[in-house]
């Protein structure tokens, strides 16, 4: 289908009337191909022209004007990801690289036809040159072109000024979009649910966690529909003996995964979902509320068997949300682990509970506060400030954050040479959670402003000056490479960003210090 988008311009309506286009349906209606094209005779709006653009597979940009400067259109056809056969005003030659379309001359016919079919001949090159494109443009959004103008500006006049990042409105849009019947879908083609990737109890329990702040705040019924959804699906991973299996495909069946990875994560991961179900018991329904409790005391039975530090951590924090003595005993047990593992690895300039720091770091002191804040044993409560304090020396710089790279965890020893790249939203909302709980424990404004220097990462405070939530979408980018987005926007990443988010609740409506 060849689309002509676009009313005829009012100087050559005034001039010469509708001479070209009716020349245009001649022609259309000599070789008989009207079925194959359709004039859009109307000024678009840009939602609409972008709308038009999300569908298209090639775009067409000709001009008879050598001298034509720039083209909106084109701009806009780019930043959609199409790909483009076009010809070579000085816009299109600066922009238009030869993975990103083709340029062709200018009243050359026979090229633009050789360059159309070429590309809707080889399906994988549509697809590679959709995604180079979008990946290309994203450094062009408004966002990202305003953070560019201020370090430039700092380079000229050789002085560093302090930049305010505005805090994004709350958008539930990708969240929607993501939750299939089913559950939270795991994965995302740029920002469609990637529906073959299946779901993982991680994300629902992260989803379920997120949910539940949003409803604490804003009391929404679609909120409560998603909540009922994501605990659903806690409780359909939930096996007789009261453990969980992490991996579903699309069609609900436990996949191989669940036999070759190991799970502790997400059953620990999904205890502290329920746990905070329990703790808004005074707010949810009651089918909710004795659901998450029914769940919850059927996982607890095997809290004890897991013994890795980030599945203890969770545990400890959905078992504090649950009154009596039993509970209260297996959060000492696994803080008394915990503190082991500190006390074995620990020295003057390590404090940490292994001798390496991997991913979701801030988890585990934010639980030690919390095994204290249970038990009042100060030994939890001294880690928790040590380990903490630690990790901050060690990943904020230059007041930003640099989280711990998947390319290259930290090891005991060892200085922070690898190059930069592999930094993951959740690293960055765990962070947060964690120093708004230090925070509302001690009252010490150096969390407080931390807080907001770890948020603004999400916006460009990060090494490459880019903005990683996308207020398109609603969606976050799943995360930072060493010199790209990557720009798909799964579940982790998402959710991730919506935990961070709703934590800045509490701290964009004061001022900061």
Known sequence: MFLILGMTHPNLLRYEGETYRNKLETIIDRYNISDHVRFVNEFLSTE???????ITDVYLFTSKDPLQAVSGTFSYALSSGCPIVSTPIP???????EDMGTIIDFEASDQLAAAVNQILDDELKL????????????????????????????LLIDKKREMIYSVPP????????????????????????????GYALDDNARALIAMLHHYKIYESYETIALIQKYLDFIGYCMQADGTFLNYVDRNGNFTIQNKQENLEDANGRAVWALGEVVGMANLLPERIVKLAIELLERASKH?????????????????SFMKGKNYKAIIEVLADRLAAMF???????WQWYESYMTYGNSVIPEAMLIAYETTRDNRYRDIAYQSFDFLLSRIIVDEEIHVISNKGWAHRGQLRTEGRG??????VAYTIIALDRFYKFTKDEQYKKTIRIVFDWFLGRNHIRQIVYNPVTGGCFDGLEEHAININQGAESTISYLMAR???EDHTHEPMS
């Open 48 to 54: 609409n022209l972008l709308s038009y653009l999300s």
């Open 91 to 97: 816009h299109v030659k600066e922009v238009l690289k």
């Open 343 to 349: 006390e074995h690895e620990s020295s003057s300039d």
């Open 422 to 427: 592999g930094e993951q939203p959740i690293d």
């Open 127 to 154: 697809g590679k040159i959709h995604r180079v494109n979008l990946q290309k443009m994203v450094k062009t959004s408004w966002q990202n072109v305003a953070i560019a103008h201020v370090y430039l500006f700092e």
């Open 303 to 319: 809290a004890l068997v897991y013994y890795s530090t980030r599945s203890m951590a969770f545990t400890i924090k959905g078992l």
């Open 502 to 504: 709703l934590k800045m």
């Open 170 to 197: 709350v958008n539930l849009d990708h969240i929607f979009r993501m939750s299939e019947e089913r559950g939270f879908v795991q994965f995302a083609d740029i920002s469609m649910p990637d529906l073959a990737s």
